[in-house]
């Protein structure tokens, strides 16, 4: 494969220095703490007629439109990030010429791969990495990596969508942008009416602060080498039964595998009520659709799921979702310095390690969502609910039949495995149109690979049970 580098300039409106965004802020201390930029984004299969041109006038267009991608974050003399954006500059598009024999998308995950892995300064490097793949010099797929400062997966979304303004023939911009811009969210954000936000965000926080359990796992247990383990469990009878589950309640599959999570959790650790941290798009927010910038921010999800039938738990689960939706827009710096004072009134460090994240896409019943996409080992970005949603609508009510005819197809498979620094706990749902498909990345010193196993077995085993039995109880003790 040879590679060569196209240059593309750029121009914008808008040049200046300022502080971060809250979401900025957010994904800032996460790099800190596990020194990484958390590069995000993939490849796609490029439709027929894609020419370079058109590449290149697409690499131009977007930076140019969307202040998040002519963006670096720079530090001062005591270590303080801001954001600095430049009117203009150029970009290099790679573009890679496939050898005979050589597979596309192999070779375009190799590239995505390489984006992700390989140092990225983000002083200084401009935040998008694009690359293109030719078979017999003919485009054949594409690749884009950013990093997680200056984008979310609803962020991705929103760039996506504005390409509609594009003529991509002759690189013409065709409509207005529209969205929240990062230099302008960060002064509406030490306006009064975004204090007060936060100030109810925070309370929320702290109350649960000062009352959830301080342990949360089982361990420490003997550390694997290495370290961090994904397992993806894939059930077609779980899909089934969670149709059936969300048919009785009247909530969507979001709030029903939340809850099988929160008492396959209970179940395993022993620990009640589940502490779950999710990442909230905020994009319901004023201005924030269409803003191809980063402003989902992490929210604490609690839920009892003590003695309690389980349609119970899976209302308890929709009702913690709204509570988290609606009190996740808040400065981390605020969040750092109350739970830091929590912590020292509790005597304790508080284990906030444990995540879900819901990569599907649907109407949800909840603020939550976003991530969409990006899957990082911080949580960033969740949706509620799925298109899913609709199919099941329209598919017959599945029979118990149907549900236990499916489990032998269940399977568990080993995935990555890693000694990059991660959370203890990251669940996945994964979009998958007719099995429930979850992968949970654990910290095999909290959670082992045996826990690992019976917490996604457990999953599916309480939704077999609970699918055709509303008398079905959690089997979890009252905290």
């Not at 984004?41 to 290149?56: C, N, V």
């Not at 992700?116 to 884009?144: N, Q, T």
């Not at 396959?264 to 009520?273: D, E, N, Q, W």
């Not at 929709?318 to 750092?336: H, V």
Request: hydrophobic share 40%.
């Amino acid at each position: 494969m040879r590679q060569h580098t196209i240059t593309v300039p750029f121009c914008g409106e808008g040049a200046g220095t300022e502080d971060l965004t809250w979401g900025q802020w957010g994904v800032w201390r996460a790099m800190q703490g596990f020194s990484s930029p958390f590069m995000v984004g993939g490849t796609m299969k490029l439709e027929d007629g894609t020419t370079l041109d058109h590449l290149r006038h697409v690499l131009a267009f977007i930076m140019g439109r969307h202040e998040s991608l002519r963006t670096r974050i720079r530090t001062d003399s005591e270590g303080r990030p801001t954001q600095v954006l430049s009117e203009s500059g150029e970009v290099g598009l790679e573009v890679y010429d496939l050898d005979d024999g050589e597979d596309a998308a192999e070779q375009a995950e190799a590239v995505r791969a390489r984006y992700e892995f390989e140092p990225f300064d983000i002083a200084r490097d401009w935040p998008v990495r694009m690359a293109v793949l030719r078979k017999d010099g003919v485009p054949d797929h594409f690749v884009a990596m950013y990093p997680h400062m200056v984008i979310d997966a609803f962020g991705f979304e929103a760039l996506v969508g504005d390409l509609v303004n594009l003529d991509r023939e002759t690189g013409r911009t065709l409509g207005p942008r529209v969205g929240v811009q990062p230099m302008e969210l960060a002064r509406k954000q030490r306006t009064p009416a975004a204090t007060r936000a936060g100030d109810a965000s925070l309370r929320f926080w702290e109350h649960w602060l000062r009352q959830i359990p301080i342990r949360r796992f089982n361990g420490p247990h003997p550390e694997q080498d290495p370290r961090w383990w994904d397992a993806t469990y894939d059930s077609r009878a779980a899909q089934l039964a969670v149709t059936a589950v969300s048919t009785r309640t009247g909530l969507g599959s979001g709030p029903v595998l939340l809850a099988a999570y929160a008492v396959a959790l209970a179940r395993v650790t022993g620990v009640t009520p589940s502490v779950i941290r999710m990442v909230v798009s905020n994009r319901f927010r004023p201005g924030f659709g269409s803003s191809v910038s980063v402003v989902a921010q992490p929210g604490l999800c609690v839920i009892d799921v003590g003695d309690c039938l389980f349609d119970e738990a899976v209302q308890r689960a929709w009702q913690a979702q709204i509570a988290t939706g609606k009190n996740s827009y808040y400065d981390p710096r605020r969040l750092a310095d109350l739970r830091e004072r929590v912590e020292k009134d509790r005597g304790a460090a508080l284990d906030l390690t444990c995540y879900f994240n819901d990569r599907r896409r649907a109407p949800s019943g909840a603020a939550t969502g976003a991530d969409a996409g990006t899957d990082t080992g911080t949580g960033t970005d969740t949706d509620t609910d799925t298109d899913t949603e609709a199919r099941a609508a329209d598919e017959a009510a599945p029979t118990a039949e149907q549900m236990w005819d499916a489990l032998p197809l269940s399977r568990l498979s080993w995935g990555i495995r890693s000694n990059s620094p991660d959370v203890k706990a990251y669940l996945d749902v994964n979009a998958s149109p007719d099995t429930v498909n979850l992968t949970l990345r654990a910290d095999t010193q909290s959670v082992s690979p045996g826990e690992q196993v019976a917490i996604l077995r457990t999953m599916e085993e309480l939704l077999l049970h609970a699918a055709f039995d509303p008398g079905y109880r959690t089997g979890v003790a009252a905290p």
